[in-house]
């Protein structure tokens, strides 16, 4: 969980367990009823946009009353409280977190803590080169790695979103748990089966150089192959402007 010593209580630790899966329930629920839609846009931020809004909804189907607060989308880390500086790390911005307060923690500078999340496409390489199943692991679980970004700092658990856009559901699981041997982060395993046209369960966990080590990810992926996609126009190219020497020479 989070906080520091004496640690949680068998009542707080429950309270925790409770929160968690909440969490993660409201984002389950978020993602199938973005694959509602009747079409998708291809871009991983235009997804968590619409990711924001579908757990909107989630919301309010499953807490009416407020109980769990909201998540935020695309805001500062926490400051490190074990810090007596500002951390570069502190300007990293998760795609979401969902902050609480650890009744659990002995200090108040450890009371506030955020439950992590980040979102990544998953498939074939893209036409510009893009590697977007070594982006997940590189550009997304890294982030809870390294002390560079400390996604889910001062807690043990955390999450990523994948958006599978194209590929066999076996053969993107074989290429990320490949990238993640190259950056010795332990592989991943799939809960279950694989839902195809729906949200897969996968989870590991590694150790880390920062609070909490052993750390817990959890993955959710979101089948969208079948969903039609919103193609991005094509960038219109800038047309070069013309110096002024070279117009004084014509003149």
Known sequence: MSGSAPGPSLIQRQLWLTRRAHYIAVFERALELLRQRSDLPVSERKLVRLVHFTAVTARREMDPNGLYERPV???????????????PFEDKRPDIQWFHDDESAADDRHREKSFAIECKRLGSRTASGWDLNEQ????????????VWR???????????????????????DVVNAHLANESVGSLTLEAEFVEDGVSRLEHEFVRTFPHSPFRLLHRWLDTRAVPKIMEPAPIPKRRKRSKRIQKKKS
């Open 73 to 87: 989308f695309e805001t500062q880390n926490l400051p490190d409280p074990e810090s007596d500086e500002m951390d």
């Open 136 to 147: 997940y692991v590189t550009g997304g679980v890294r982030r809870f790695c390294s002390p």
């Open 151 to 173: 996604y889910g700092n001062h807690m043990s658990e955390g999450m990523m979103i994948g958006f599978i856009q194209d590929m066999e559901l076996p053969a993107v699981l």
